[in-house]
């Protein structure tokens, strides 16, 4: 069956061999007679910067890549992330976290340990059974909150969930490794897992492919797919690519960046080469 694929990176520096391996990953997966969709994931918008859209898109078709257009970008759809939170929020799944995180860091070394999550140490529910009055009280006086999913109360809602992964194979769903995970902040009014499973299902992506150091974050997709009766498309969490050390190529390790990789006189081929496309 013809796949619809999508690459999505975020624009907060310029596109390095990781990421070429990812977007030259998911093109092919489309093939001839499927669909490559490219997204712009800049919801955070200190860190997210138009030059580096720019980049994305010169340095892609710099590789030979072909997209589909328009290219969504998530920074103009924050009403359509509002909607689902309010879905959530009215029907008790998400409460507000007023917890700055030194308290949460202080929570946590007075519990002496705490379960670590994909993501760090495990938010230990400081707000969620924060009584209603107390909740009224911060909120008129202007206290900055964040929304976190219940997903204790969530999972109970939906029951057990699976998903299949085209390497690993079918998966059930385990989202409560990550505890309670922020949807919304002040500053960033949707998460990348509430934008990126929305957006899957609003672009009709049957093939989610990407690295697999987002496979664990999978866990919350699909329960979030079930909340919001949004389709279940398959994974597909490809390996890394690595530098001869076997250390994975990341931005924080300084992987060459496609744009210096051309500077310095390599051809489009060679740099597919490099990112593991002949
Ligand atoms: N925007 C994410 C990133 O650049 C990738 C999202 C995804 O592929 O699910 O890391």
């Known amino acids: 069956m013809p796949e619809i694929t999508r690459f999505a990176p975020s624009p907060t520096g310029y596109l390095h061999l990781g990421h070429a391996h990812s977007a030259l990953f998911a093109a092919r997966a489309a093939g001839s007679g499927g ?11 200190t860190r997210c910067k138009p030059e580096f859209t720019a ?15 328009p290219v969504r970008k998530q920074s103009k759809h924050f009403y359509q992330y509002r909607a689902a939170l309010d879905s959530l ?3 008790g799944l998400l409460y507000p976290c007023f917890c700055t995180r030194a308290k949460i860091r202080a929570e ?4 002496g340990a705490a379960p670590h999550g994909p993501e760090g140490p495990i938010y230990p529910g400081t707000c ?15 206290k900055p909150y964040a929304l976190r999913l219940d997903v204790a109360r969530a999972t109970a809602a939906t029951g057990p969930l699976e998903w299949r992964d085209r390497v690993r194979g079918t998966q059930r769903a385990a989202p409560g490794r990550f505890g309670d995970v922020v949807l919304a902040r002040k500053e960033t009014p ?3 897992h509430l934008c990126v499973t929305l957006d899957d299902a609003l672009q009709g992506v049957t093939l989610v492919t990407r690295g697999e150091d987002l496979f664990e974050a999978t866990h919350i997709h699909r329960l979030l797919q079930a909340l919001l009766d949004l389709p279940v498309p398959d994974y ?13 190529l990341a931005k924080r390790e300084q992987a060459p960046t496609i744009r210096s990789l051309r500077e310095a006189g390599k051809t489009p081929k060679g740099v597919r080469k490099m990112a593991g496309f002949e």
């Open 35 to 45: 669909r490559f969709i490219l997204r712009i994931e800049d919801i955070d918008r």
């Open 55 to 69: 980049a994305i898109f010169e340095d892609l078709a710099w590789l030979g890549l072909t997209w589909e257009q």
């Open 89 to 91: 929020r009215g029907r």
């Open 108 to 111: 946590i070394a007075r519990a």
């Open 128 to 142: 969620r059974n924060m009584n209603e009055g107390e909740r009224t009280w911060r909120f008129a006086a202007g």
């Open 190 to 192: 949707a998460s990348y």
């Open 236 to 248: 597909h969490h490809h390996g890394l690519i690595r530098d001869d050390a076997g250390k994975r």
